[in-house]
């Protein structure tokens, strides 16, 4: 096993039986929930009740908000070039960078830095970093909302939080920084549902690499529900429409030496 | 509205409340699991019991088989390679063509051809297509497996669809097409896993345009896992190994003029 | 080498020495021109001097048209996500599909059906394959533009095959086939710039499965020239403009059995 | 224009013209080669004499290196599971992140970060910088090799560059660095060919960030040669060997409360 060039612990063969971390494929399967086995495959451990139960709301959260993000406008345009579905679904993925998708990921690393193994006192420590940033004139990821004082989603995401008994670290510091930076700024600075669901995974255990691939899992479903609707309901192919765009490079200039 | 060049009944705004499919966001989260919100992206309504059950058994099912697919080893790569998580998941969505992952699509499609609005006798109808096929020399998605005689995943799901209350049509005609098959070539012919969610979801209602995308959904997670393995345990960058390659084209020869 | 996985005549070593073809790299380098090393590594050996000419020609005629067409948008999209330059120029790939830059090698795949082996009256084949297409209510790739009777890159096409010696049996084909077209139709019918490049490429030779190659590696340039501006003069990330898009689907609901 | 929201300077129409970069695409085609093309689309103007010759010969080193690189594999991988070409060709674009193919883009940013506008003594100002690196235990990418006291691409590019009468700042800033490295370390310390072709493309007045682009331009046409070969030698599809991989997970073990 020490030399083979591609080895995992996320699943493979024990005796002829397919294992995902080492429980049988065959025993997960009717007996727990999908969301339970993406915890699985992620975490390396089937979730508690009150872990599955947040999961699962947490994936829900994250599913789709409409056509308008990049995601989808690539994917339903890849389609609609006369290419396959799993082409489309790569297309979606691709422009999951860090401006869009990315804050969970971002946040998570962050949370890891900041809070680590620190024991004790969250809000005092929420505070010292809120001042270091402010005086580094650098942004918490996380935190700020065009619309909202506080975003529903976050309101949803903490009261699930605190009924299913999560209440650690995380969730305590991320609220600590939101209530030190509006005191700092005399403005609304609310957790968004990005930083919240940051904070729960990080409180759930997950390593912050998880953060993005969290994302992709959950904003798959509706990008493929997308394609389907492109695929079923509109004609081929989408281009910028007339009077959209423009040239505004260099005027009309000969090829020196062209006959 | 009707004019507008990008249009979706997937999730949008209703009076500033997000909706999926009509139901407020807000209220999905908490109340149903993931696996009940990726049926209703694909399907436009909320599952019933059972078809939850189902649902999250059939996206268990294929959420990983182990690091050998092309899926696995495209996405491992890219990421071994120093690119995004993102751009791992592409290149692993992009691995799922006809030949890896697009079975259920396949059968789902013929099943749906093959039976459509078809009342009646279902044995009867499999006996013709059979005919049909071997005649023609064409062969049957779905069935067939080089280890088992029955799939025992096979077996799980139907046992699960019986056990569930389902038992309509497509599963009937499946399990008919394997009986005549094997009597007709008088060999082991198993309806495999395939084949089996293939027919539940027809069964169920859906399209067969969701099958490839039913697939992508269900292991893409398994694939994160994969990248988020790579990430954590390998070093940069896998390529092939010295003595599994080589070059068998013309041999060496001058180009004409080189100086 | 018989057993060995992975085996190329493209490129490799032989005795030290890296070859592309067979010729030595290190002797191409400031000997060929980068449109004959393409000519190379696609057919297997170098261009005659017209050869490469004509290569040239076409490669140049196909790199870039502008923003609109989608495979610029989706690469500019992602790349402005905050995503990697060979991000994006993946997902500009990935939107050539049967509609957008699919044409050439669909024109070549049915010219080399059609003309085969084909020695003989042209004319009259031409005359034949309209005739059974027109029957048969099928299209003809490659023929027809919305603005042009004549489309001035074909024009420029055919004048350079025939300064350049080219005139053998796809390009008179194409040819007839266009004035067959028109005097059934009595409207104009023109070869266009795919169709061309698609006759050409039959008369040097090519396999029809180069010609959706062909285009993508002309394409590329253009389209990274496209992603270098989006990182130099323009501010991430583009979504779709408001009141662009909505949606359509089912009216507000309450989730069954919410609390 | 000033509010369209996709503008460009690349290419586009001037009174129903289409032009690339103001240049008629007409005129280009057939007088400027696929290489000045290239160049044009990426810099804004056509080469001289030199500039050409030098362009054509820098893309056409980097054109392929046989099937070991992940691009390769990646790509012949994606097309073996039933894909398209385009799709696979993406596949291949992927693959090239910062550790392959990424040396390019890395070494003309850096030397364009050390060198700037700097007149006057650049071997002293190599020292320098240097100096400071091997303080810092930097790394100088663009320099080393596990083979060649002097990597003979390398050696023919200079020898071109001089040829064709480059010689500027920035060869000889890169010159000097690889003497001084070899002076400080006492042993062969070669400046490799991406190391050599960023410094003419900065020596040409390209920007860093057209680096990696430069490399995939000249890649592309590789990766589809060998998509091509899979298409028409060999069969699907490829997944890992047996005896290659394997699982070292956890242990088999039951799903807690499972019937």
Known sequence: MADLLWKTSVAGQIDGTTVI?????????????FGDTIYLVLKGNLPTAPESRMMNAMLTACIDH?????????????????????????AGALTLGDFHGGAIEQCMKL???????????????????VDEF???KKRFPGFGHKLYKRDPR??????????YGFGANYIQFAVAVQDTLEAAMDRPMPLNVDGAIAAILCDMGFDWRVGKG?????????????????????????RLPEGSYGYDGPGLRPVPGSK
């Open 21 to 33: 971390r080492g429980y049988p494929l065959q025993e997960l399967i009717g007996n727990v929930s």
């Open 66 to 90: 409409g056509i308008a993000p990049p995601s989808v406008v690539a994917a339903r345009t890849v389609f609609s070039g006369g290419n396959s579905l799993n082409s489309a679904v790569a």
């Open 111 to 129: 949370f890891q830095e900041l809070l680590g193994d620190h024991q004790g006192d969250v809000a005092g420590l929420a505070k010292e970093k």
């Open 134 to 136: 402010r005086a580094a």
């Open 154 to 163: 976050t309101v949803r995401m903490l009261e699930l939080a605190q009924e």
């Open 214 to 238: 969290f994302f992709i899992i959950a904003r798959i479903p509706g990008v493929v529900a997308h394609i389907v609707e492109e695929w079923t309901r509109e004609k081929p192919f989408r």
